[in-house]
């Protein structure tokens, strides 16, 4: 992902020159709303509930992870054939499964005889440890139904049919509107989510945090106006530094979250912490705690 975001943020200059120059209507003052993701301290957040520990976006990993003490469990979303919600970071079951074919071609009743813990692997393919150990592609409903309490970022990844109708009316039946993040790459499908679920926090898509971030580079980040809770943003796209001190202030003062993804190296774990980020979404969230626990112990 990180060559698209270079592109998109060298396309972007431009776009810098325009929102500087208007940039006084972008901040109009104001009260700031309160926003549960945005604190006084790193939040530990599994990505695809610990991909580098279990197999991604299963209960199995879910389950694990908050075991482990995470505050947030990240996952992505998409409909079957049958128009079930389930957790799958890819359009087809290929690449995780022992199955073939796109999600929203098959039926729930056939995606729960897959083993979703067949390709995961952490030694580069000599050993599957998860094979044949009953692990299973998850539901949507299975996920908010077993951690009423457990805040989620679920990421929007199918483009069609939209799910952003039966996935606000997932989060309705679950009382689960106060504590998701709805997250997308697409700007269309978080406007589009906004729309039908007015009042439930998202984070913003590549076109939304574009100008935060090239105002933040040089030194205006306070004049954006961001159009959600939470960046989601790389630590850097190629040579470009996207998580920075500028960054993180600019957003505190508007109490936007930060949150940096997908770091997986201690240092730069302990960098971030350092910075003051809201959040650090993880394939190994074990090491994460260990950091927080070092920096906690050794201030």
């Given amino acids: 992902m990180s060559n698209r975001w270079t592109r998109a943020l060298l396309g972007g200059v431009v776009a810098a020159v325009a929102a500087l120059y208007l940039a006084s209507a972008l901040d109009v003052g104001g009260g700031v709303a309160p926003n549960r993701y945005a604190g006084d301290r790193t939040w ?5 509930g610990g991909e580098g520990l279990w197999p991604s976006n299963t209960m199995f990993a879910f389950e694990r992870s908050v075991r482990l003490g995470v505050d947030m469990l990240e996952t992505d979303l998409h409909a079957t054939r049958d128009g079930v919600i389930v957790t799958m970071h890819d359009e087809t079951v290929d690449r995780t499964t022992n ?14 005889r897959l083993d979703a813990g067949y390709r995961w692997t ?23 139904a077993a951690f009423p309490q457990v805040p989620l970022t679920l990421e929007i990844k199918q483009d069609e049919p939209s799910i952003a109708r039966p996935l606000c009316d997932a989060l309705k039946r679950h009382g689960a509107r106060d504590r998701v993040l709805i997250a997308s790459f697409r700007a269309s499908a978080l406007r589009e989510f906004r729309e039908v679920c007015p009042g439930v926090a998202t984070s913003m898509a590549e076109d939304e945090v574009r100008p935060v971030v090239l105002l933040s580079l040089v030194g205006l980040g306070g004049l954006a ?10 630590v850097r796209s190629g040579v470009i530094p996207v998580v920075t001190p500028a960054l993180v202030a600019a957003a505190a003062r508007k109490n936007v979250a930060v949150q940096a993804w997908t770091v997986n190296d201690p240092a730069q774990m302990r960098r971030l912490v350092t910075m003051g980020v809201d959040g650090i979404i993880t394939d190994r969230p074990d090491l994460l705690r260990e950091v927080l626990s070092r920096a906690r112990r050794d201030p």
Avoid at 99 to 112: F, M, P, S
């Fill in 44 to 48: 530990v957040i599994a990505h695809q």
């Fill in 99 to 112: 199955g073939h074919g796109r999600v929203k071609d098959l039926t729930l009743a056939r995606l729960a």
């Fill in 122 to 144: 952490n030694d580069g393919g000599r050993t599957f440890p998860f094979r044949g150990r009953g692990v299973r592609v998850a539901t949507l409903e299975e996920l908010l």
């Fill in 225 to 234: 106006r961001p159009a959600g809770d939470a960046l989601q943003v790389p």
